[in-house]
């Protein structure tokens, strides 16, 4: 079999669209600092508000409710650190430790910041998932009941699995216990729309790497009128909402990566879905005793996460590099940690499956032949190492 | 293929991509010794069978659950170990195995240590069968770790290999990963190790 190289882990990160390259390259020049009152730093300035509003029409905000920061990451730290503010302004209940809310499926840039503030500057409660990764709603009712909630955060979409959640009735829901509510966007912008002021969300974080642009690029929307303090202090950019010299060419590769999105996500979503399902109808067909993990409905379009019994998924993901292939997995033993994907165990699926689960993501530049080499490449591997392997096959 | 910049050294892959003395069948192996160590919740598990003339391991096989680095370590350790004695197999180290290999990532290092661990459970299985229960070592070591069943002479394997905080012995010998009520008791051993060797 030839070697090809494959890239099915656009989760992960995506390659730069031709037509952001082409557009930051011509760009590259424009160095002047957007806060400088000469020409050079209103050329920039221009470049940086232009894109500002082409990033707030996507989500359907307005440009002064979009900030840029460094990374959805930062996005996320500002939003759950608003908690740990000793002002007023932004302590809005007046709450010596106010409770914050999120999910047992975050992302580490939630779940790490909570930790961190858990127990000193707020009391943190974790929602639980169904099997198929959706939010128990009656128990975050419960949550929001039993006490004053200040923040609560779902994310959109989630990274390992796929499954959106529905945010405009988490919304509610939170707004009727007169709470904040954040949402960790950055896997669900440029595959499904993102409508801030039908969802009624208060924070949205958004990246764009994920969508075809650059790296060290995100966005926080921060609805008018909600409180709201820096994370980052030292100058007045961004209406003194975030300090630092602004990422002017991160901004307008940003700005494009968007524009292209609004052109291809709804073609491409149908075409990835197609491929997903062949994909997973595939590997199906082709290897016994595997299991899918996911919501079957409410998933982004390219996202498969499949567990393979009786195989450790590092070593599944080192063998398909070596055929060129790159996905990822959730085993402890790539993670650095000794602990396997936290999102698969919330499911309900043991560490076994865990530590077995590779996620295919795939992207615009995902094509039929990519699949048919995964579902030709695949089946050997799996075979192989379940050869070597001290596992029963289970089920 | 591409061959440039892999996770891991060119011997490191040579083993995971072909592993060597792979246990087909457990039926059709007479062996004389079998060892069977590792726990799935953390991701690994590995069974080690040896068959044994005169004191000397004549032949072994093996099989894992378990990662690039188990794979390739015990690899490598199947084919170091063959016409060995039984006492020098028993005191190979994770290092030996490791250096043979070329070298791991340090994250990676605990990993390696299944395929010795197995080993040594399939030679002390040999040992009991054989009458000569004294030569088995773990039964002097204390278990420090119930849920991982880490005794005090792997935190020594593990200082020696560099461990000098709770977190670092952590990932070299799994202890206190599940319930975590050893901690205190392993800490101590930790710090009596390091002074003994270091200080």
Redesign the interface.
């Known amino acids: 079999m030839s070697y090809k190289r494959v890239y099915l882990d656009h989760n992960a990160t995506t390659p730069i669209h031709p037509e952001v390259k082409k557009y930051m390259v011509d760009k590259f020049d424009l160095f002047g600092n957007p806060s400088s009152m000469h020409e050079f730093g209103r050329e920039a300035r221009q470049e940086v508000e232009k894109n500002r509003k082409i990033i707030a029409d996507f989500i359907n905000a307005s440009p002064d409710e979009i900030i840029f920061v460094g990374s959805g990451s930062e996005a996320n730290n500002t939003v759950l650190s608003l908690s740990a503010c000793p002002l007023k302004s932004c302590n809005i209940k007046g709450l010596i430790k106010p409770k914050l809310i999120t999910s047992r499926i975050e992302h580490p840039a939630v779940l790490e910041t909570v930790k961190c503030l858990n127990g000193k500057s707020a009391e943190v409660e974790y929602v639980d998932v169904d099997s198929q990764g959706k939010i128990k709603l009656d128990q975050l009712e419960a949550m929001l009941r039993k006490e004053q909630a200040l923040i609560v955060s779902i994310m959109t979409a989630n990274n390992e699995i796929g499954t959106i959640q529905n945010i405009k009735e988490i919304a509610a829901l939170v707004h009727q216990y007169q709470a904040y509510f954040h949402t960790d966007a950055v896997q669900a912008a440029g595959k499904i729309d993102i409508d801030v002021k039908d969802w009624d969300v208060d924070f949205l974080t958004l990246s764009a790497h994920k969508i075809y642009g650059p790296k060290g690029i995100g966005a926080l929307y921060i609805k008018k009128g909600v409180p709201f303090c820096p994370l980052i202090y030292g100058g007045h950019q961004e209406e003194g909402r975030r300090a630092g010299t602004e990422n002017s060419l991160g901004i307008l590769g940003f700005g494009k990566a968007v524009e292209m999105r609004k052109i291809e996500m709804k073609d491409e979503g149908i075409r990835l879905l197609k491929l997903k399902n062949k994909l997973k109808a595939g590997i199906i067909e082709k290897v016994s005793h595997t299991k899918v993990v996911g919501h079957e409905k409410d998933c982004i379009p390219g996202t498969l996460n499949i567990s393979f019994e009786g195989v450790e998924g590092e070593s599944i993901l080192l063998y398909l590099d070596l055929m060129g292939i790159a996905v990822s997995t959730g085993s402890a033993c790539s993670s650095g940690s000794l602990e396997p994907s936290h999102v698969i165990l919330a499911t309900g699926l043991d560490a076994e499956f865990a530590h077995g689960s590779i996620r295919f993501s795939l992207g615009r530049d995902t094509t039929e032949d990519e699949i048919d080499y995964v579902l030709d490449t695949l089946p050997g591997i799996i075979g192989k190492l379940r050869k070597m392997s001290t596992r029963e096959l289970r089920s | 293929?591409?061959d440039s910049n892999w996770?891991y050294t060119e011997n490191v892959?040579d083993h995971?991509?072909n592993?060597r003395n792979?246990?087909?069948n457990i039926e059709e192996y007479k062996y004389d010794g079998y060892g069977?160590t590792?726990n799935?919740?953390?991701?690994?598990?590995?069974?080690f069978v040896i068959q044994v003339k005169d004191n000397i391991i004549t032949d072994v096989k093996w099989?894992?659950?378990?990662?690039?680095?188990a794979?390739a370590s015990t690899s490598k350790l199947s084919e170091m170990v063959v016409g060995m004695s039984l006492d020098k197999a028993y005191h190979i180290s994770p290092q030996d195995v490791v250096k043979a290999l070329g070298g791991l990532p340090d994250?990676?290092i605990h990993?390696s240590v299944l395929g010795d661990r197995a080993l040594r459970a399939a030679i002390d299985d040999y040992y009991r069968k054989h009458g000569m229960d004294d030569k088995i070592e773990a039964q002097n070591a204390k278990v420090v770790c119930n849920c991982m069943n880490v005794t005090d002479k792997d935190i020594e394997d593990a200082v020696l290999e560099g461990a000098r905080d709770f977190k670092t012995l952590?990932?070299m010998t799994?202890l206190g990963?599940v319930c975590g009520e050893c901690k205190d008791e392993a800490l101590t051993i930790m710090e009596e190790y390091i002074e003994k060797y270091f200080d």
């Open positions: 293929m591409s996770v892959k995971f991509m592993p792979i246990l087909d069977k590792g799935i919740q953390c991701g690994d598990e590995m069974l099989k894992t659950y378990g990662c690039a680095s794979i994250k990676k990993c952590q990932e799994k990963t």
